[in-house]
């Protein structure tokens, strides 16, 4: 395994990674970037552990719902290029037992892949969104044939690919970009159907990041963003040569889909984990700010507090549903309940506006206007703007105003406009968790119990 200075200098490699129109040549040290290098190299540090065949706690597939929980518990704990390093590997393992039947030769390539990977103790991140062009036309009737990845070019020994991948978290201080299709693909759309694993440095390949990062010289103000940030990369494949072995799909479109859908089940249940956790997070600064503003015992803000309670109780039971519900597949990996993870996922993403709305008519516009840090120390105002954040004896004016810093950076700074659109959008969207919900809901059940219920028995059977 390595540690995290050697995870440091791997990413000395020759890799095209920019940020505001520049080249950045010295990821570690570069004074946005390097923080997420640095929460990276951490986990590195954290799971190292000496010997050739070592492998990472956090790499454990699961065999049962007690140890599915323990991961997720674990995964809570760790930094995301860390954890969508396990979800990728999950995702590779997953397709290869779905394709496993039907094409033997892709999924062993994958295993001897994740075996490898785990080895070197390499990170990946995922590569699934794609441009996408003209959203109403599909892959192989864009004005663009590149609005999605596809091969332009096969040859002996592995096949070119080109494209962009959207929106890739941590993309830069991965190793290895798990590249898969974005959706389905029909009968003729073959050189879109490719999934392959490709190298940061590969020859071809350049990343934009962005990132909600402050900027501001006092990062006490951002108590949660101020130290830690992931960045996105705007993922493009300029001609890129995959090598045989690292192509784990070329055609036949039917199978596009498998690793999508592979992705989905993990990349929700890790969205539906923090989800559940954010929502609680939430409840915590509604009730904090309610009791340092002197209000916990107000009628209709204990109300908004108990609906906010509801929904995190309910978004934690979809978490807690998922696990308890697992199956256990032929070699014994346990996978969250598909149905459970998707309407969690749902009702989370749907619901965090109302949660911050209440968070926010309930804390008062502090959130947006209380001094910074600087002005508390400035002899001139801090004892002033002490004495009139402080609300009572109890309640410090330095304790008020932390927890407004808190919870602007949370939801309603760059952090908190990257929460609002992350949750709806990441793993797939709304529309995409809507979509799989139905697929596993029992409606036959559901048309039987109607039935059942307005005595039609009768009618059962055509049900
Ligand atoms: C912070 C962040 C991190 C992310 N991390 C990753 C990552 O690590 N890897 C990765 O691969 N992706 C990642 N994503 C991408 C995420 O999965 C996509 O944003 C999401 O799938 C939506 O795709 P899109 O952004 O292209 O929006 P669009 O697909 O344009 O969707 C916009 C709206 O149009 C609707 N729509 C789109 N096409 C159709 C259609 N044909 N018919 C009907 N309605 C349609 C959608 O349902 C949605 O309501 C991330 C996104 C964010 C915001």
Redesign the pocket.
Known sequence: MMTGEEYRASLDDGRETFFEGKQVDDLPNHPILGITVESAAQGYDRFYEPGSDAVGAFMKVPGSAAELREQVELHETVDLLTH?TYASIMTLLTAADRIEAQLPDNARRIRDYVRDVQSRDLRI?????DA?GD??RPPGKQDDPDAYVRVVERRDDGVVIRGA?????AASMGHELMTIPTKSMKPGEDDYAVACMIPVNAPGVKIVNTTYAPRHEDKRDFPISGSHHTP?GFVIFDDVFVPNERLFLDGPPEFAAVFAHSLGLWERLGGLASMASSYDRLVGFAQLIAEANGLERTGHIKEKISEMMINATLIRASLEAAIDNCSITSDGAAFPNELYTNVGKYHGAANWSAMVRHLHDIAGGSILTAPGMADLENAKTGHLIRKYMGTMQEVDGVYRTRLFHAIRDMTADALGG?NA??NI?????L??QRIVSRMHYDIDKAKRMALESAHMEEYLAEA
């Open positions: 969508v991140t995922q590569c699934i969104t996408k959203r109403s991948k959207l929106h890739i978290s996105e990257w659109v992350t959008q990441a793993g797939g969207g529309y995409a």
